[in-house]
């Protein structure tokens, strides 16, 4: 998934149009810290993939794994670590298992607490087609 489009280049933050949400910002300190490259790009694989590594916030040493795996890989070293929290890595099992549990109308990740939280939320308010 390419993400250029959804961040805004100012801020770094998501962007979230006219919708009527609140966006409750993730405080975990466990997540992805994702490479973005000196020219403000992600650096991904050419199939969407952004190159990145499961971490803690500020462990430098995750941050210096992920920056020499950038150099590795072609870059010139002089991008950014920037760290996405709540987020994790799924494998292409998971992932095409989270996808057809979309297109049956389910939650995808059963990890997604938050989505369960608003499910059970909805049942609550509107009850059950059960």
């Known amino acids: 998934m390419v993400m250029d489009g959804l961040i805004n280049k100012k801020t770094g ?3 979230v149009g006219n919708v009527r949400r609140k966006v409750i910002e993730k405080n975990y300190d466990w997540g992805l810290y994702v490479y973005k490259k000196a020219n403000g790009k992600w650096f991904t694989d050419g199939n969407g993939s952004v190159l990145n590594i499961e971490s803690m916030r500020n462990d430098i040493g995750q941050i210096a794994k ?65």
């Open 13 to 15: 933050k998501p962007i």
């Open 66 to 130: 992920l920056k020499e795996a950038a150099i590795y890989y072609g870059d010139d070293g002089l991008g950014t670590c920037v760290f996405v929290p709540g987020l994790t890595r799924i494998s292409e099992e998971e992932y095409s298992e989270q996808s057809q549990r979309l297109m049956e109308g389910l939650i995808p990740s059963m990890n997604d607490l938050g989505a369960w939280k608003a499910a059970q939320d909805t049942v609550d308010k509107y009850g059950s087609d059960e």
